[in-house]
């Protein structure tokens, strides 16, 4: 096989967006930061050294990482970061994956801007493209987010203050924010395309706080993959996409339009927004085809461009629930759906936005006096102060002993009802679900409105999992199994769990070690909304966690 080298090195850049200067943590100077492409198979070497005071680790998204944890990079998870001025060698191999993922910072909020895309070549042609129809080019689609203020202080300061979230300012595609935004006219992505052509379109949610629906005015979009992983093709006018999720589309240039100026407009604009006062704005790129004339008039902001049609409403349930449900794993005999059939075990476990009594001597600013936090079955996770990964490898986790409780402590109606009368106390610590290598495992995941129903995306290291049912309201344990499918769910790395609703998920814990589970929100793992998920080694040599690289970091 090949060993495929990068070098990544941490450091600020001055960046122009907004009608401002501002500095960004970025990968090589680049943002949003460089893109790896390898191809299935390949060995990866990435070595990543830190220029700057602020610690740092890289985490390689819904990369599986077989017996490679170290590689994996959730600070105090798999990792102690790598501080000023080390360097650490991520090297994994990448097998039996293809598709689009995402690399993304794994240190407090530096995601914000230290993200980029994985892209893995696939050893076999498409199953997907028709031969009259090849793919003529790639088009990247990565979403993220502008703040304005240092994105470095605000876990701190959540955390300090309980105060809510920080908002960003503004979204972007491929870090520009598009025309709507002061300043931002000549900051619009532009995708050129020429008639009667098929593109592929990478679309990557690296925002850290929003699921976002994408459309593109007049076009319709073909879902050929999901989380680096083949779905059964399905065409559709918008798509919705979570943070940490992925979603490769196919697009025929098929629309030429009548003045050669003319553009389609493409823009994302997010799901949720009413509850708490997220940035509830659009950002927006143009497809151009390529023929004579210019877009680029001088204007620093063009409040006349119209969204695009197609595009779902903020707020639009029915989208993104016809849409999610839409998803299917290919289940081809080449590509097949090993979804586990029958379970060892199941852990029914509440995924919740919590207040939490102010310390006394401490004034909080969340809402009514109270702290912010969040919590799985009451468990609010703090990260410990070493790697759970590796006191995981020298001590040993043993099964259950450490304790992640497998269903809610309390039995309330998690959905509706009267936020007053619910449990709400949460125990702060690191508690892990443990299993043996093998079990066939299922979690499902039960949103819950203590403080209000958020479409929560949940996401799982180290292993993809199938999305074998999805409900509104309480999940029912003696009913809702029935309705499984066990046939062609989708396997992905990274769930929206409907809001108001459940997600079951089923996982083959094959790979040995700690896994983060978290919501791919950013505050809200803050908050501790995670756990970790721990895979002890199986009997054989190859069902076994590799010792630690010699440069591993420090504590
Ligand atoms: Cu994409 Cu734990 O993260």
Redesign the pocket.
Same mark, same amino acid.
């Given at each position: 096989s090949v060993t495929r080298r990068f070098r990544f090195n941490l450091e600020w850049k001055k960046v122009n967006r907004l009608c401002t200067t501002k500095r960004l943590l970025t990968v090589n100077g680049q943002f949003p930061g460089p893109t790896i492409t390898v191809n299935e198979g390949d060995d990866v070497e990435i070595k990543v050294t830190n220029r700057v005071a602020n610690n740092t680790t890289i $985490?390689w @998204?819904g990369i599986k990482q077989k017996r490679t944890g170290w590689a994996d990079g959730?600070a105090y998870v798999t990792q102690c970061p790598i501080g000023r001025g080390q360097s650490y060698t991520y090297k994994f191999t990448v097998a039996e994956q293809r598709g689009t993922l995402l690399w @993304?910072a @794994?240190y407090s909020w530096q995601r914000a801007s230290v993200y980029g895309a994985f892209i893995i070549n696939p050893r076999l042609p498409y199953p997907f493209i028709a031969p009259n129809r090849p793919i003529h080019a790639e088009i990247p689609i990565i979403f993220g987010e502008l703040w304005d203020k240092e994105v470095d202080d605000f876990e701190a300061t959540m955390l300090a203050t309980g105060a809510g979230a920080a908002i960003s300012v503004a979204y972007t595609i491929n870090g520009l924010p598009g025309p709507l935004y002061p300043c931002s006219a000549k900051d619009t992505y532009t995708a050129t395309v020429e008639y009667g052509k098929t593109y592929m379109i990478r679309v990557i949610n690296a925002a850290l706080g929003d699921e976002l629906f994408f459309s593109i005015a007049k076009h319709t979009l073909t879902v050929v993959e999901v989380d680096a992983v083949y779905t059964k093709p399905f065409t559709t006018t918008a798509i919705m996409i979570a943070p940490?999720q992925t979603t490769t589309l196919l697009l025929t240039a098929d629309q030429l339009p009548s003045d050669p100026t003319a553009t389609f407009v493409m823009a994302a604009t997010p799901y949720v927004t009413s509850i708490f006062p997220f940035d509830n704005s659009t950002t927006m790129g143009y497809l151009k085809y390529n023929t004579t004339g210019t877009i680029s008039k001088d204007r620093t902001r063009d409040l006349s461009v119209k969204l695009p049609e197609n595009l779902p409403k903020m707020e639009d349930t029915k989208f993104a629930t016809t849409f999610t449900n839409r998803i299917k794993s290919l289940a081809s005999s080449q590509y097949p759906c090993n979804v586990p059939k029958t379970i060892d075990r199941r852990v029914i476990t509440t995924i919740s936005l919590n207040l939490q009594d102010c310390p006394q001597n401490k004034t909080c600013t969340g809402y009514d006096g109270k702290m912010f936090m969040a919590s799985m079955n009451n468990q609010s996770f703090l990260r410990p102060s070493t790697s759970i990964l590796e006191t995981h490898y020298r001590t040993g986790l043993g099964t259950g002993s450490s304790g992640f409780p497998e269903r809610p402590l309390n039995k309330f109606d998690y959905t509706g009802g009267n936020a007053s009368t619910m449990n709400t106390n949460m125990e702060f610590g690191s508690r892990v679900i443990v299993v043996p290598y093998g079990t066939k495992i299922e979690i499902v995941l039960q949103g819950t409105n203590l403080l209000a129903p958020e479409n929560h995306p949940i $996401?799982i $290291?180290g292993h993809n999992f199938y999305v074998v049912g999805t409900g509104f309201g309480n999940f029912d344990e003696s009913r809702d199994p029935k309705g499984y499918n066990l046939v062609d769910p989708p396997e992905r790395n990274t769930v929206g769990v409907p809001m108001g609703g459940w997600a079951a998920i089923r996982i083959e814990a094959d790979n040995p070690g700690v896994w983060?589970v $978290?919501c791919?929100f950013e505050p809200h793992t803050s908050w501790g909304l995670a756990t970790g998920f721990v895979v002890q080694d199986g009997p054989l040599p190859s069902q076994r966690l590799l010792p630690p690289p010699k440069d591993l970091p420090a504590c």
């Open positions: $985490h @998204h959730p @993304h @794994h940490g $996401h $290291h983060f $978290h791919h």
